[in-house]
């Protein structure tokens, strides 16, 4: 095995760390949790037995009572709960909207605790118990699993349904079937304690504090490997966007880099007792709290291994960085205090078209893009850039077409499609009455370019691609957003963009820019929204869109089985002529609406800043049901998802659950006057749900449905300078 020890702290100066501010918090606070869809964090203070919680947006304060000593914080997004690990025996669960608790009797001095947010379970190491205790987090009824001596940490592989254990006194690392809560064991190396998961390589990373290495564990085989790394590891936290371990080494003063895929070695000079670490995986930012009277936060560049560092509160123990915000927070055990240290949302990206393209069909032979199906509650990821579809490693989102084939036609629920590695969101993406259904989505790329997808019901998923987002570049576009406007309609007249209808199994090419919207010839891609309207009652089994020109493409763009009104969004790249080629397997009518375009970056082009996906609102518990426009409009910015008032386009997955019929919705920015275009339809009352990027001016968002429904809006990002 390679190993290469190069000193890089004094190399390359990286940008500074700055603080935004102290604030004050109860009594030795060890541990931080954060929720990054309701912005709010979550300290144990384990001399005051309570916990801290932060609105990260206001830097507000509320304390809650926990039990005594508490040592733990995990987090559920999914779930809004918050579970807090005290010396006492006890686990406390805190709701994260009303912040009222529950006690939970658990093992002897419980001090880790992990959340599997797709299951909803969650695992609490006791100390001198020798065991985990395994909540439901449905029931809170407990599990007691048996562990080996003084188990002192937990990961957990959501991929797999496997909890690794570090068994502090045994030398070894017990790993739990959370399908079954039968466990079996590795042998590591002397005194393991911090350990880490990476879902996408199935490798689990143990810090072996007295003998000064790192155990991988290969998940598949449980086969291991030691890495010798610096004096007593302490952490280890892992980028698995570019593939490298991050080991804290406490009496070495040093951080060891390890290159996943090789398993070669670097070190990094790191401030004095390197303690806790986390790591920002977008900005490629790793964060080392240093336990010493004069704290500090040193911070790694990923890109290049420089390093900067910023003065914090005293002896600080635990960092944890917000997902969505990418604010850092520092718990600092004597000075009674966080601090937080600015992050900013995550960095522009501009689009890159792509030929449409099968990322993976589910139906077919089985494989990493392929079968089996996904079952009822199982979650599933795939790694497009992996894919034939010739994605690249640098794309951070991708624009998607997602479709599901619910097995035996059984009702789907809701399918949700999120970046792999973080928490599963409270937000859909899909739903389904049993048909064949599909919906357009920018999701951002996770853990190794993965996505997640997770469904209530057996379906099986199909996921094509028409382009991806990445750092600006000579090639990348960025977005011009337009007025609404319907491009061409067959129902109208015969002409370029009008009738007649669409001959099921024959290509028909619109020149969409000869139309009256505006579309320069500069653009490169289209965003549009596309409606089939049935022609005599006939179903529709697929349409496909692609660029004029070009082969036809292995993919579809929408499903209309049961001959209703179906619309859907898609990003289109320009063909001959600006041209978008059509194909309907049987004969149906087409709108086609246009809400902006692609093209090189100029005077008021806007890139993309993905976000974490996050439920801006949902009618059924706020305001309920409407006809007609609503009133008030939807308050965005006032939403719980931190999308700043910046923010000149919104990217919404928008679904209605109506209540009989609905013709048609349409969303538009606040302060504009209604656009002759629909959102989506759901003419057969059926809960329908479309991908919409709509303008804003307020913060706030117009919306008239056709008939009386429920809406619901989740965000996945925004488009601005």
């Known amino acids: 095995?390679?190993?290469?020890?190069?000193?890089?702290?004094?190399?390359?100066?990286?940008?500074?760390?700055?603080?935004?501010?102290?604030?004050?918090?109860?009594?030795?606070?060890?541990?931080?949790?954060?929720?990054?869809?309701?912005?709010?964090i979550y300290v144990a203070n384990q001399n005051s037995s309570n916990l801290t919680v932060i609105d990260g947006a206001t830097y507000s304060t509320t304390t809650v009572m926990t039990g005594t000593y508490p040592a733990g914080v995990a987090v559920n997004s999914a779930t809004n709960k918050i579970y807090v690990a005290n010396g006492n025996g006890s686990v406390t669960v805190v709701d994260g909207a009303t912040n009222h608790t529950t006690t939970i009797s658990v093992g002897n001095d419980p001090i880790a605790i992990a959340v599997n947010s797709i299951t909803n379970k969650i695992y609490v190491a006791n100390y001198y118990g020798n065991n985990?205790?395994?909540?439901?987090?449905a029931t809170n009824h407990t599990t007691t699993v048996a562990a080996g001596r003084r188990p002192y940490a937990l990961a957990v592989n959501s991929a797999t349904n496997k909890i690794y254990v570090s068994d502090s006194g045994s030398e070894q690392v017990t790993v739990i079937d959370g399908a079954t809560n039968t466990a079996s064991t590795v042998a590591v190396e002397s005194t393991p304690q911090a350990l880490a998961v990476d879902p996408f390589t199935n490798h689990i990373y143990v810090a072996n504090y007295a003998s000064g290495d790192v155990s991988v564990i290969d998940g598949a085989t449980n086969s291991v490997v030691n890495v010798t790394v610096g004096a007593s590891?302490?952490?280890?936290?892992?980028?698995?966007?570019?593939?490298?371990?991050?080991?804290?080494?406490?009496?070495?003063?040093?951080?060891?880099?390890?290159?996943?895929?090789?398993?070669?070695?670097?070190?990094?000079?790191?401030?004095?007792?390197?303690?806790?670490?986390?790591?920002?995986?977008?900005?490629?930012?790793?964060?080392?709290?240093?336990?010493?009277?004069?704290?500090?936060?040193?911070?790694?560049?990923?890109?290049?291994?420089?390093?900067?560092?910023?003065?914090?509160?005293?002896?600080?123990?635990?960092?944890?960085?917000?997902?969505?915000?990418?604010?850092?927070?520092?718990?600092?055990?004597?000075?009674?205090?966080?601090?937080?240290?600015?992050?900013?949302?995550?960095?522009?990206?501009?689009?890159?078209?792509?030929?449409?393209?099968?990322?993976?069909?589910?139906?077919?032979?089985?494989?990493?893009?392929?079968?089996?199906?996904?079952?009822?509650?199982?979650?599933?990821?795939?790694?497009?850039?992996?894919?034939?579809?010739?994605?690249?490693?640098?794309?951070?989102?991708?624009s998607l077409n997602v479709t599901v084939v619910p097995v035996h036609g059984h009702p789907l629920s809701y399918l949700t499609v999120w970046p792999t590695g973080q928490a599963m969101p409270t937000v859909s993406t899909l739903n389904s009455d049993g048909r064949v259904k599909a919906n357009a989505a920018i999701v951002s790329a996770g853990v190794g370019g993965a996505i997640s997808v997770y469904a209530t019901d057996a379906t099986d998923v199909i996921v094509d691609i028409n382009g991806y987002f990445q750092p600006a570049s000579a090639t990348t576009l960025q977005f011009y957003p337009l007025?609404?406007?319907?491009?061409?309609?067959?129902?109208?007249?015969?002409?370029?963009?009008?009738?007649?209808?669409?001959?099921?199994?024959?290509?028909?090419?619109?020149?969409?820019?000869?139309?009256?919207?505006q579309i320069p010839s500069a653009a490169q891609a289209y965003s549009m929204n596309f409606t089939v309207v049935p022609v005599g009652g006939q179903p529709l089994g697929y349409l496909t869109v692609w660029p004029a020109g070009e082969q036809q493409p292995v993919v579809s763009t929408l499903n209309n089985p049961t001959a209703t009104v179906v619309a859907?969004?898609?990003?289109?790249?320009?063909?001959?002529?600006?041209?978008?080629?059509?194909?309907?397997?049987?004969?149906?009518?087409?709108?086609?609406?246009?809400?902006?375009?692609?093209?090189?970056?100029?005077?008021?082009?806007?890139?993309?800043?993905?976000a974490s996906p996050c439920r801006v609102i949902d009618t059924r518990s706020s305001g309920g049901a409407f006809n007609g426009q609503r009133n008030p409009p939807v308050n965005v910015v006032a939403s719980p998802c931190n999308v700043p008032s910046a923010a000149q386009q919104y990217v919404f997955n928008a679904t209605v659950v109506p209540a009989g019929p609905l013709g048609y919705l349409t969303l538009w920015a606040h302060g504009d006057t209604m656009p002759v275009v629909s959102t989506l339809n759901a003419s057969d009352g059926a809960v329908t749900a479309n991908m919409a990027i709509v303008g804003n001016h307020s913060g706030k968002v117009d919306a008239y449905a056709a008939g009386s429904t429920n809406l619901i809006l989740d965000v996945s990002g925004y488009f601005g300078p």
């Not at 600006?578 to 100029?602: C, E, K, M, S, V």
């Open 132 to 137: 985990v205790t395994v909540i439901d987090g």
């Open 233 to 398: 590891p302490a952490a280890v936290a892992i980028n698995s966007l570019t593939g490298h371990a991050y080991v804290a080494n406490y009496g070495g003063g040093n951080v060891t880099v390890i290159d996943e895929a090789t398993l070669a070695t670097t070190t990094i000079a790191a401030g004095a007792y390197p303690t806790g670490i986390d790591v920002d995986p977008v900005r490629n930012k790793i964060y080392i709290t240093n336990f010493a009277w004069s704290g500090a936060v040193t911070m790694i560049d990923g890109n290049n291994g420089s390093t900067s560092s910023v003065a914090v509160g005293r002896y600080p123990t635990a960092v944890a960085v917000n997902p969505v915000t990418r604010a850092v927070y520092v718990a600092n055990s004597v000075g009674n205090s966080v601090s937080v240290l600015a992050g900013g949302l995550s960095a522009p990206v501009q689009f890159v078209p792509a030929t449409p393209c099968r990322v993976t069909d589910t139906r077919r032979q089985h494989g990493p893009f392929g079968g089996p199906s996904l079952g009822a509650g199982q979650a599933r990821s795939f790694a497009i850039a992996q894919s034939s579809c010739n994605i690249p490693d640098a794309a951070v989102a991708y």
């Open 1 to 40: 095995m390679l190993i290469c020890i190069l000193m890089l702290g004094g190399s390359l100066p990286a940008a500074a760390q700055t603080l935004i501010t102290t604030i004050s918090t109860g009594g030795y606070p060890i541990a931080v949790g954060v929720n990054g869809t309701t912005n709010k």
């Open 483 to 517: 007025a609404p406007c319907r491009v061409l309609d067959t129902r109208n007249p015969q002409g370029n963009l009008g009738g007649p209808a669409l001959h099921g199994g024959h290509e028909r090419d619109f020149p969409v820019r000869a139309g009256n919207c």
């Open 568 to 610: 859907n969004a898609a990003i289109v790249p320009a063909g001959t002529g600006g041209a978008i080629a059509t194909y309907a397997d049987q004969d149906t009518q087409l709108i086609g609406d246009i809400n902006g375009y692609f093209a090189a970056p100029g005077a008021g082009g806007l890139s993309l800043y993905p």
